[in-house]
């Protein structure tokens, strides 16, 4: 990961308010995970110059990751207009993954003209569960083409995540992460020592957090 890359992509998160910190009430992502944290990349598509700063980077990390890509590859929903942006930049194919209904629902389909013979790089904004791009990925997989990884703007870095990526061969990069907007919100003062290491146990417990370490 570019450290510049990184600390500049938090800081603009921070900027426009895209990530929210509460204990009080925290943010229920799922059925399953409840955290202090929630992060919204969708809003920096209001911001054409941060927008167009993720696009060139997300560009350049396809660029430099996988060089041999045929075909970018939209996950839902907030992937897709990156990876729109990524494809005109690159001068590749674009399709995505249009979603019926979430991913907990997985009625999944792919828009776009795919082959067995394609290279196909997944684009999402977040990786969270992880679930919207394994997802994409089977069903990319599904059709014969070659998956050769994702590449998004923000990784939680949730190690069983990262673990079921692993398994699943999907090569992760990502511009920044959990690690870098930690150390750049303790920098920007938006989080003391005592939330800090909240953020820190639900990292590392985020099925049992808040019974555990809540307030
Ligand atoms: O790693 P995951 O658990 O899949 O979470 C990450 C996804 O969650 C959000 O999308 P969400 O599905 O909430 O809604 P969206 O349709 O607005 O992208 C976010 O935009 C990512 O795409
Ligand atoms: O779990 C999610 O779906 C999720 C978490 C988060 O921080 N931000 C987001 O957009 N989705």
């Not at 938090?10 to 992060?39: C, G, H, M």
């Not at 207009?81 to 993954?97: G, N, W």
Request: overall charge negative; proline content about 5%.
């Amino acid at each position: 990961m570019n450290d510049k890359v990184a600390s500049d992509t938090v800081k603009d998160l921070l900027n426009i308010r895209a990530v929210q910190l509460s204990t009080n009430p925290p943010f229920v992502w799922n059925e399953e995970i409840t955290a202090p944290i929630y992060t919204d990349n969708r809003l920096t598509m209001a911001y054409p110059r941060i927008r167009e700063r993720i696009t060139k980077n997300l560009a350049q990390l396809v660029r430099e990751q996988f060089p041999e890509a045929t075909v970018i590859c939209g996950v839902p929903t907030a992937g897709i207009a990156y990876a729109a942006l990524v494809s005109d930049r690159l001068e590749l194919p674009f399709i995505y993954v249009h979603a019926d209904l979430n991913h907990h629902g997985l009625i999944r389909e792919l828009e776009g003209k795919l082959t067995a013979e394609d290279k196909v790089v997944l684009i999402d904004d977040l990786i969270a569960s992880g679930a919207g791009s394994t997802n994409a990925a089977a069903a990319v997989r599904e059709t014969g083409a070659t998956v050769l990884g994702i590449a998004a703007i923000f990784s939680y870095q949730l190690p069983d995540v990262v673990r079921q990526l692993e398994r699943l061969q999907l090569k992760l990069f990502t511009l920044t992460d959990y690690t870098h907007l930690i150390e750049e919100a303790v920098l920007f003062r938006l989080v003391d020592e005592d939330f800090n290491l909240t953020l820190k146990y639900w990292h590392e417990n985020p099925t049992t957090w808040p019974e555990k370490f809540g307030e």
